[in-house]
């Protein structure tokens, strides 16, 4: 119904802005992000918004940039998770951080939101996880290669008869900007000295 709104910033705490547009003061429930990229009370703010329609409430969100609104909605389609558990996520994780920690599967990061536990936490990666590859970084996406490259060797080196931990501490002591096959190489190397 709104996609985004601009005015006059007229009141602010640790959970919402309120924007005075046209002489009426639209209160939004807001990100610490947005909160913290708002500006100070008479600042002019645009904010992209949500309308979530209840029976018993009409409650507005705002978000200072679009991407945040966009994972959002993502998250608010997510089952089990609501406006406000999508609030805390996005209030702890940057859109960026979000499909970092969905697309590794770091769940621990994610249960950081207040209200947030462990199986939404893990619903929301699984949900999400093709969802999101589009806010990750180019930077991140070379910290996600390192990420599965080293969890394939893990996997590879499990297969061939070692421990999980025996393999995640020898792949671990290797240079993580490796391929998996250079990685696999040299943990059987790090391995065999230790035997």
């Not at 602010?12 to 046209?22: H, R």
């Amino acid at each position: 119904m709104f996609y985004s709104i601009t005015g006059k910033v007229v009141y602010t705490d640790a959970t919402s802005v309120a924007v005075s547009c046209g002489g009426v003061a639209f209160n939004c429930s807001a990100t610490a992000n947005t909160l913290k990229n708002i500006g100070t009370i008479g600042d002019t703010v645009t904010l992209y918004t949500y309308l979530n329609v209840r029976e018993d409430a009409l409650d507005m969100f705002g978000f200072y940039d679009k991407d945040e609104l966009d994972c959002f909605k993502l998250l608010i389609n997510v089952t089990g998770v609501g406006p406000k558990a999508a609030l805390a996520i996005l209030s702890q994780l940057t859109p960026n951080r979000l499909a970092v920690c969905v697309a590794s599967g770091d769940t621990k990061a994610i249960t950081a939101a207040q209200g947030v536990g462990a199986k939404l936490a893990q619903r929301v990666v699984l949900e999400l996880k093709d969802k999101l590859k589009s806010y990750i970084s180019s930077e991140n996406r070379e910290e996600l290669a390192a990420i599965h490259a080293a969890e394939e060797a893990v996997d590879a080196l499990v297969m061939l008869g070692y421990t999980k931990t025996e393999a995640a501490s020898a792949v671990g002591r290797l240079d993580q900007s490796l391929s998996s096959e250079e990685l696999i190489k040299q943990a059987l190397r790090l391995i065999s000295k230790n035997i």
